[in-house]
């Protein structure tokens, strides 16, 4: 289930990196946050700020990845749960909560819905991305068991009560193979015009190491849209094969003129940057868009070296500004451990040598070498940029807490944020893990973070954060 996340730790080991090209930013010890601070909790907001839902039984795990907030600023998480092999494994699972963070009994049953996918059950079953339409209703992405083992695109439509949408695909739900291989959905958007991106990886091969970005749309009933790459192998489908490896989209979003930009990893060949950020813009027939990254090996796609030494860049999410500018961000390894990693583009693909360091920033909480990962960017009004993902003493999903940065528009700390730019929130006991894996604003001063707390007697939980920051 944590493929991407275990591998940007096993594989980075070994691998020696100094940091150059970008700006490294030092910062003090880790720390909590207090009331009197911008990034503090919000004490109105579950109890002190955080919420935990233990959702599967006996001790068993509640995975998390998808945030989104409705139009009357219910919040909805998603992930999946593991209901036990009697119950047959892991389920889809959608969570939604009241403004003030309380399950919202209106919404499934208490609060929660369950939607088993696939009749094979096991633990490759998961939500990645969340997205409420204009109409309220519900829209989820991710993937699904195969009976040969593998894993297919997964898309289902919920009421905004939470019932299966019927008038969609096949009784709420749409399952695609892009590929004979393994395909993950792990990144989701809705065009205006009700049309749904999913977008996220295509296997290559029978193992793990080969994949290729992939997008997928459909009509609003479910359908595949043949218009999008219509001239194609296959129409409704898009598949980029970047550098020949393992290519992986993480994120996507829309620009004004309705362009796809994508954003993710490719692993490039020896002494060339090792895995790097790659962001990619489409056009919206599916074509990818030729004016990006119009200098490059191939237009359409830029790749970025965040790391020296062939380190292993991974870029998780993607934003755009209102002047059109792209920012990427992700982790990037430095040697071992790995820092939060930016990088901004100008609308044409080119970096945005005004920001950080030639338009890359690295930053890193300290002291000495902490392992971050940042899984999530939120702008605000003012430009400035959120940051959030997880700080751990040692490594990435062993010992994490919260972790929520903000940087200020030039791409330097805004050190009036928490302590010098940083706050650290731990939702679990002791040296348990805690993880953010998405953030999004419920008002212009008020920030929810969704991930996952390691909890003594119920396991590996829902843990959602509210902080109050300043518009």
């Known amino acids: 289930m944590r493929t991407l996340h275990l591998l940007r730790r096993v594989c980075a080991r070994g691998v020696p990196a100094v940091v150059a090209a970008a700006a490294v930013l030092p ?48 919040i909805l998480v998603s ?39 696939s009749g094979v059950g096991g633990d490759d079953e998961h939500i ?13 992405a991710g993937h699904v068991a195969t009976a040969d083992g593998g894993e297919d695109f997964a898309v289902a ?52 190491g080969g994949r290729d970005f992939a997008l997928v749309r459909y009509l609003p009933d479910g359908r595949l849209d043949r218009s999008f790459n219509r001239f194609g192998p296959r129409p409704g489908t898009v598949v980029t094969d970047i550098e020949g490896g393992r290519d992986q989209l993480r994120d996507i979003t829309l620009d004004a003129r309705g362009r796809i930009v994508a954003a993710g990893s490719a692993t490039l060949s020896a002494a060339q940057g090792g895995t790097s950020f790659a ?9 990818l868009d030729s004016s990006f990254g119009s200098g490059t090996p191939r237009p359409g796609v830029v790749v970025t070296s965040m790391a020296a030494n062939d380190g292993l860049d991974l870029a998780e ?62 702008l605000q009004a003012d430009g400035r940029i959120l940051a959030g993902g997880s700080t751990a003493a040692t490594e990435f999903a062993v010992d994490s807490d919260f972790l929520l940065a903000r940087f ?25 893990d805690d993880e953010i894996f998405d953030i999004a604003l419920q008002t212009p001063n008020r920030l929810v973070a969704a991930g996952e707390c390691d909890q003594p007697s119920t396991g590996r939980d829902i843990c959602l954060a509210r902080y109050l920051v300043s518009p």
């Open 408 to 432: 200020r528009d030039d791409g330097t700390l805004d050190r009036g944020f928490g302590r010098d730019g940083f706050v650290i929130t731990r939702t679990a006991p002791g040296e348990a």
């Open 27 to 74: 910062a003090p010890a880790a720390f909590a946050g207090d009331a009197h601070t911008d990034g503090s909790l919000d004490a109105r907001f579950g109890r002190g700020g955080i919420v935990r839902t233990a959702v599967a039984p006996d001790g068993n795990t509640d995975y998390q990845n998808g945030l989104a907030i409705d139009g009357r600023r219910r």
């Open 128 to 140: 990645w991305r969340l997205a409420v339409q204009e109409d309220g209703k519900i829209v989820a």
């Open 157 to 208: 439509r919920y009421l905004a009560d939470g019932r299966l949408d019927r008038t969609f695909g096949t009784r709420g739900r749409v399952v695609t193979a892009v590929t004979p291989h393994d395909d993950e959905a792990q990144a989701l958007r809705v065009q205006h015009d009700g049309r749904i991106v999913a977008a996220g990886y295509a296997g290559t091969g029978e193992d793990t």
């Open 279 to 287: 962001v990619a813009r489409y056009l919206r027939d599916g074509r």
């Open 317 to 378: 999410s993607v934003v755009i500004d209102r002047r059109g500018r792209i920012l990427a961000g992700g982790s990037a390894d430095t040697g071992g451990r790995f820092d939060l990693a930016l990088a901004r583009y100008r609308p044409d693909g080119s970096l945005d040598r005004h920001f950080g360091d030639g338009g890359k920033v690295l930053a890193n909480v300290g002291p000495g070498s902490t392992d971050e990962d940042l899984a999530g960017l939120v």
């Open 79 to 117: 992930g999946s749960s593991d209901l036990g092999e009697a119950a047959g494994g892991f389920q889809w699972r959608i969570a939604r909560y009241t403004p003030e963070g309380r399950l919202d009994p209106s919404f499934g049953s208490g609060g929660i819905v369950l939607t088993p996918m």
